[in-house]
């Protein structure tokens, strides 16, 4: 009896979560107007492409892609590297006014990026890369995030490692290359994924540096795109699609990092 | 030597972050405090030189501006009705899913967490349409149970719990994780010595639960708190911040100053009574919590 009433609630929850990206879905495959009536359609009368058509050919949504692409592989690639570097150096290394300034930068966690926006765009601006991929990609290139979360995974490696490699002869980059990296794999894939998400889908800042149609990422397009197509929900929701499926398909192959991550974050922080 | 190149080793291994921290980072946050000191608006975006100094002028005038105080009303319903709402559903989730009951548990997760990982702007596109008043699905699905359609987006009134209530559905599944996490570091013997006592289910989860889940609440709640302040997107794509400024937030307003209209000056002071705001809230969160455990 307990058992039914709790199983019915979690799946009656797991079609809340579900029935709007079915519609979404749905409704994208529909012809124009077809989501549009009432009584709302759950399913294509008949199944029709035309909207993804309609995107490809007309809308320049591969060039969207493309941006979101390169701004999202060029934040994940650079910050993994730095921040790595970082996180090493807090773990493993021992120097004047290491446990403060690590305090230091976790204190920083608070302020609101808002706040940087405006002076970032000015310097941004007068560097002259407002629209280019750069604007995304240096003010992304380390977080105190990815610091703490690959010292936290760090700290609880043994320095004899270390120790031995060092007595072997090692340099420290290359110890930090070929020992550390290596066996920091799982974390860096971690913290890839949730880099790799949080620059897909953020907005604010693409919507200020990328001004350009041209440098529009898929959440920029998508956003502006509505003005013109208000009512074209079939067209907006091939979009939604088209801009859903990366991330969708990142997490599904590598959630159980993804969750790790989360928890590894919220039970430490 | 060893120990001084050791050192220069960890410096090295440093500098490119902390480079970049301060020079994207500290810098901005700087810059941004003076120039909430200052005039700085379209003309100085051309020559620095024609921003000024005016003291507390922006913030003065902040204080007197009626969309600063509905933004700021607003930002704070969401915050207040939609923070504990959605922490209320991700502890119930978690809760639920923690249960020896429950199979399958591992596939309740993912599709909980589906709505988490999908991009925002699209997920509010997606419900600007479940939210139309004529042919969105959810005026048809609350019309079998009686309910006239309402203009969800079209409605002062409505318009701001239809984005929480979007923001609920979208958040619960982070916070839940984080919950799982937290209900699996209670050790089991407690519930089992409560158990052997005939304690009750309410009074195990008020007992035992709840107090050993205090350290992960009250994290959840400064994250979830401080992401809920700087809402953005939901307004700008649904809403545009209206009907009647109901849904205009304290990013929104900032942004619309300072990237619409270049008052760059008021809009830097916009983004630190933000800052101020969030600092003040997160601070009482940890007080509240360290009074209430001594």
């Known amino acids: 009896m307990k058992k039914a009433l709790l199983y019915s609630i979690l799946i009656i929850a797991a079609i809340l979560c579900l029935i709007p990206f079915v519609w979404m879905i749905s409704a994208s495959l529909m012809a124009n107007g077809h989501a549009n009536v009432y009584p709302p359609r759950f399913l294509p009368d008949k199944i029709t492409f035309i909207q993804y058509e309609h995107l490809f050919s007309r809308l320049n949504i591969v060039r969207y892609f493309f941006n979101s692409v390169v701004v999202s592989v060029g934040v994940t690639v650079i910050s993994l590297l730095v921040n790595s570097m970082a996180g090493y150096a807090f773990a493993k290394y021992r120097f004047a006014g290491e446990k403060n300034l690590f305090k230091l930068l976790l204190s920083f966690m608070i302020i609101p990026a808002q706040v940087t926006m405006l002076p970032l765009f000015l310097m941004l601006k007068y560097m002259g890369l407002i629209n280019s991929y750069f604007a995304i990609i240096i003010p992304g290139m380390t977080t105190v995030f990815g610091i703490f979360l690959i010292r936290q995974y760090l700290l609880a490696i043994p320095d004899s490692l270390i120790e031995a490699a060092k007595i072997d002869g090692a340099s420290d980059f290359r110890i930090y290359f070929s020992l550390v990296l290596p066996l920091a794999k799982p974390i860096l894939i971690t913290l890839a994924i949730f880099t790799f998400m949080a620059t897909w889908n953020d907005f604010l800042w693409p919507l200020i540096v990328m001004t350009n149609d041209s440098m529009y990422t898929l959440p920029v397009a998508l956003a502006n795109l509505i003005g013109e197509h208000n009512q074209d929900t079939e067209l907006m929701m091939a979009g939604s699609v088209v801009t859903i499926i990366p991330v969708v398909l990142v997490f599904l192959s590598l959630q159980k990092y993804y969750i790790k991550g989360i928890m590894l974050g919220g039970v430490k922080g | ?294």
């Open chain 2, 1 to 294: 030597m060893d120990k001084r190149n050791k050192i220069s080793a960890a410096y090295l291994f440093l500098s490119p972050a902390l480079l970049a921290i301060f020079i994207f980072f500290l810098i901005p946050v700087l810059a941004a405090l003076l120039m909430s000191f200052t005039d700085f608006d379209i003309y100085s975006l051309g020559n620095l030189g024609y921003a000024r100094f005016i003291g507390l002028q922006n913030y003065i005038e902040i204080f007197k501006d009626p969309l600063f105080w509905q933004s700021l009303k607003n930002t704070l319903y969401f915050v207040v009705a939609g923070g504990p709402l959605s922490i209320a559903v991700s502890l119930t989730a978690a809760l639920l899913l923690s249960s020896k009951l429950v199979k399958y548990k591992g596939f309740f997760r993912l599709v909980y967490f589906m709505p988490v990982v999908t991009t925002l702007v699209a997920v509010s596109i997606l419900w600007k349409f479940i939210y139309n008043p004529r042919f969105g699905i959810l005026n048809y699905l609350l019309g079998f149970i009686g309910v006239h359609p309402i203009d969800w987006l079209g409605n002062p009134q409505w318009a701001l719990p239809a984005i929480i209530l979007m923001a609920v559905w979208k958040n619960f599944g982070y916070n839940m994780i984080i919950f799982i996490a937290g209900l699996q570091n209670i050790p089991e013997d407690l519930y089992e010595a409560a158990n052997l006592e005939g304690a009750s289910e309410w009074n195990k989860f008020k007992n035992i639960t709840l107090p050993m889940l205090a350290p992960t609440t009250l994290f959840v709640c400064i994250i979830t708190m401080i992401g809920y302040f700087q809402l953005f997107a939901e307004p700008y794509v649904m809403t545009q911040g209206g009907p009647l400024n109901s849904t205009l937030s304290i990013v929104l307003y900032m942004y619309r100053e300072g990237f619409m209209w270049w008052n760059m000056g008021y809009s830097a002071a916009l983004a630190f009574i933000l800052f101020i705001i969030i600092l003040i809230v997160s601070l009482i969160q940890l007080r509240v919590q360290r009074e209430t455990n001594l």
